[in-house]
């Protein structure tokens, strides 16, 4: 499934803000590892160990993904020759790195350790493969499934099922989105105080930012107005 620039620009956006920490221009397994640490600094207390180990599995799993379906483009099969403009590098720390021009997927090898390095050529290719089959959240893989409750109460600190403008206007702030308005943008997710943010409008939102072709309430997630 060929995105469009609007949806590649939210996967580099979800790539670039919550997962590339060190900002080296690819996912390592130490990327997935300080994300947890991140909410363990910012949520407040509202996840319990519990939870954090439910995250913990559902990234060990995504990483398994990532590294399964985004080593090679379909359409455009990669090999390490300078041909198909893909490189390959390996140092005894970080065991595979790989880096792909934009025409052509990625291909990416592990040690047992978790050892890789995924350029977002190839996080995209594994969303592209993914999003292809996806009509509603049960589409998703389980591991994204598993992480939406847990992302919920990230943001829900009190722990009562719902988001309130204080909660929202706090994951704004501790993520550092660039929100300008935060009350704006949560009258979008709550359409003007129609609907509440429950874990059912979170849910919703969170697929419509996976996979509407043009902006809607999904942007609100990121902080956005669409």
């Known amino acids: 499934m060929e995105l469009n620039t609007f949806q590649k620009q939210k996967i580099k956006f979800t790539f670039d803000f919550f997962l590339d920490y060190n900002k080296d221009g690819a996912i390592q397994w130490d990327d997935f590892q300080e994300m947890i640490k991140r909410y363990k600094e910012v949520n407040k207390g509202s996840l319990s160990d519990a939870d954090y180990k439910l995250m913990l599995a559902s990234l060990k799993d995504e990483w398994k993904d990532l590294k399964a379906l985004a080593h090679v483009n379909e359409d455009h099969p990669v090999h390490a020759n300078e041909d198909h403009g893909a490189r390959v590098h390996a140092n005894e720390d970080h065991g595979a790195r790989v880096s792909a021009n934009e025409d052509h997927g990625a291909r990416v090898h592990a040690n047992e350790d978790h050892g890789a390095s995924v350029s977002f050529d190839a996080y995209l290719a594994m969303w592209e493969k993914t999003l292809a089959t996806c009509q509603s959240v049960s589409d998703l893989p389980t591991w994204c499934q598993k992480m ?79």
Do not use: H, W
Request: charged fraction near 25%; hydrophobic fraction near 35%.
């Open 148 to 226: 939406i409750p847990i992302l919920f109460k990230g943001m829900d600190v009190s722990g009562d099922g719902i988001v309130d403008l204080e909660e929202f206007g706090n994951y704004c702030k501790n993520f550092q989105l660039d929100c300008e308005d935060v009350p704006a943008v949560y009258d979008v997710i709550t359409d003007g105080g129609k609907v509440t943010f429950d874990m059912n409008r979170y849910k919703d939102l969170y697929f419509r930012l996976l996979t509407s072709p043009s902006a809607d309430a999904g942007n609100a997630l990121m902080g956005k107005k669409p």
